[in-house]
């Protein structure tokens, strides 16, 4: 009896301690992104590097989002931001990039693609239940 209520409440700390990072991570997502489109706005100029990381911006947000609504992480979303990323990388700095690391990116970018389609695959072919929460759907 006493171990049951004890192991509630450690449960209940652990769902309160991801609330407050969730909240931390969203807050500040938030503050970098209006803080993005303040330097867009003021320089009068969007570049394509911009809307990469409104983009990513924006995932971090459906990211937490989904967690929310869910309780858990969905695999592909760090993937597709990490895609996101290295495109951005690989965008920003071509002129400085030599041939060796721009197909070290490139490869990269295509080895996350590959990981999507694992995952997507795995969740399709062997789909699994959870205790009262919902499954990362395809």
Do not use: C
């Amino acid at each position: 009896m006493a171990e049951e209520k004890l192991q509630r409440a450690g449960r209940r700390l652990v769902r309160l301690i991801e609330d407050i990072g969730l909240l931390v991570i969203l807050l500040a997502t938030l503050v970098a992104a209006g803080g993005e489109v303040a330097q867009m706005i003021g320089a009068r100029s969007v570049h394509l590097a911009d809307l990469l990381l409104l983009f990513i911006y924006l995932e971090v947000v459906a990211m937490v989002s989904a967690y929310w609504q869910s309780g858990q992480l969905p695999v592909r979303m760090p993937l597709y931001i990490g895609m996101v990323a290295l495109a951005r990388y690989l965008i920003l700095d071509m002129k400085e990039l030599d041939e060796w690391r721009m197909l070290a990116v490139a490869v990269a970018i295509l080895l996350l693609g590959l990981a999507v389609l694992v995952v997507r695959y795995g969740h399709v072919r062997f789909p699994y239940e959870t205790r009262g929460r919902k499954a990362d759907n395809p």
